[in-house]
C-alpha cells in the first residue's frame, strides 16, 4: 500500500520555509518540507492546513501543486504531494522540529535534507532559476506559475489588466447570486455548475456551518480541484460528478427530495477555457476537443470530421449566430477534402480567418471588451460537442422537482440562445403555477463588473421562487 503524505513548499518573500527534525524522530537532524500523513477520505490540501496548524501554529493558504513523487523506504512506500503555500497568518511555532530556516530556492540542495524532500528542493530550485518563459511576461498558461501559485501581487496585477488569473474563475454577479438565492442559515443549496466553486464558497461562507451545499460539475477534472479547494477551507460542501441530466437522481442518491435555493451558473469556467489541452479557446493552440467531460463522447475534431458541410453551417447559425457560418462552414469542407481537416484551435482560427477573408494580422481582437471573429463558431461548436441546449432543457423540466416549496433557483445565462430556452421554460412554468409570477426581466451586471471581468459581460440572471 502506498501512503500519502503533503508537503509545504511555504513561500515568503522569495524565500522558503525549511523545518529541521527534532530528535527522536526518524530522519532526526535532517531537513524538510513541512508537512505530514493525509488521512483517510482527506485532500491533500486539507491535511496540510491541519499539519501546518497542529505542527507550527499557522493558517495556510494553499496554492497550486509543486511536485508529486513516490519512495520507498524499509517499511512501505509513500507518495509525497508538494503544495505550495503562498500565504499564512500567525506566528511559526514549530511543535516537532528543533529549528526553522527560510532558504532562498537556489539554496535549499545545500541543506542536508531528508530523502525524500530531496526531489521538491530540486523542482523548487530549478523552477526559480530556469528562464520559463520569452520575453518580460509569461503568456502560455502553464507558464504563469505566479499566478496558478496564488501570488497575491501576480493576482492582482491579472485582476487590473481585465483578465482572471491563470486557473481560477471569478465567480459572476456575486452580490446578485446571493441576495436572489438568499441563502439563509441552515439551508440546503444545490449549485449544478460548481466549477471552481466561486459562488459555492460564498454561498457556504454566508450560510454557516449548519448550511450544506451540494456541488455538481460534469468536469471531473476540475471538479477534483474544486473540491480540494473547497475541502482545504472546511463547511458543509458535498462534491458529485453528474451532468444536468442526472441532477435529480444524485440528489434523490443523497436522501432528498428538493433543496432550498439552486444554482445553475451555465457556459464554461475560465479554467476550461484557459487550459490549452482542452481545446476549448481561440487563444491558445490546443486539440480541438471542447468537451467538458473528456472521459465520453466525440471531440469537436470527431464531430467536424463526421458532420456534413450543411450540418456545419446549421450548428454555426443556430448555436453561434454566426453570419457567416455558410462560408466557414465551406471553407473547412475544402480544408477536410484536401485532407487538411481542422484538428487544433489553431487550425479552426485560421479556417474562420480565411472564411471571413481577413488578414492573420487583422485576426485579432482589439482589447479584452471586444468580441474575437472565431468567437461564435467556437461557442457553437462547444455547445453541439457538450449537447448543452438538450442539457438544459433537461434542467429546466426538472427544475420544479428539485426546489422546495418557497425555495430559490437562479440562473446566470450567457448568450440569446441560453436565454431562449430559460426565458421560455420558466415563463411557461410560472403560467402552470409552479412558481411565483410574473418572471420579471433578468438583471445585467453592473457597468464595474463588466469593466473588470470581460467575461461577465453578456451575464442575464434569471430567479425564480417555487410556489
Ligand atoms: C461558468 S462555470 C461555473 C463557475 C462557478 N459558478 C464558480 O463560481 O466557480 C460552469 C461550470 O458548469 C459546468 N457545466 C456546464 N454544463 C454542465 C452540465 N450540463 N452538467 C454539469 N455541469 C455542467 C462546467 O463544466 C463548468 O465547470
Redesign the pocket.
Known sequence: MVAPVCAAVILRSGKVLLARRGPGRRHAGKWEFPGGRIEEGETPAAALVRELREEFGIEAEVGAEASRSRHVYDDGEIELIALLVPRFTGELKPVEHDRISWVEARRLLEYDLAPADVLIAEVVAAHRRRKRYRGAHPRRFAEKYKELGADPKALAKARARGSTPAGS?L??MLAEVLEALEPLAGASVL??????????QAVAARMGPEGSIIG????GE?LDR?AERLGSLGGNILVRR????GARQALRGLGKEGVDAL?A?????SM?LDRPERGMSFKTDGPLDMR?DRSQGQTAAEWLACASEAQVADALARFGDEPDAKAIAARLAVLAAAGRAAKTTSDLAAAVATAKRLKPGRFQKKDAFSAHPAARTFQALRMVV?S?SE??SA?LRDLPSLVRSGGRAVF?TFHSGEEALVQEALASQTVAGLWLGPLTAPRKPSPEEARENPRSRSARLWRVVRS
Open positions: 474563475h465567480p459572476v449549485d449544478c455548475t460548481l466549477g471552481w466553486g466561486g459562488h459555492a455538481l460539475d460534469r468536469d476540475e474544486a453528474c451532468d444536468f441530466a444554482l451558473d451555465l457556459g464554461v469556467s476550461q467538458m457538450n448543452e442539457e438544459l434542467l446566470l
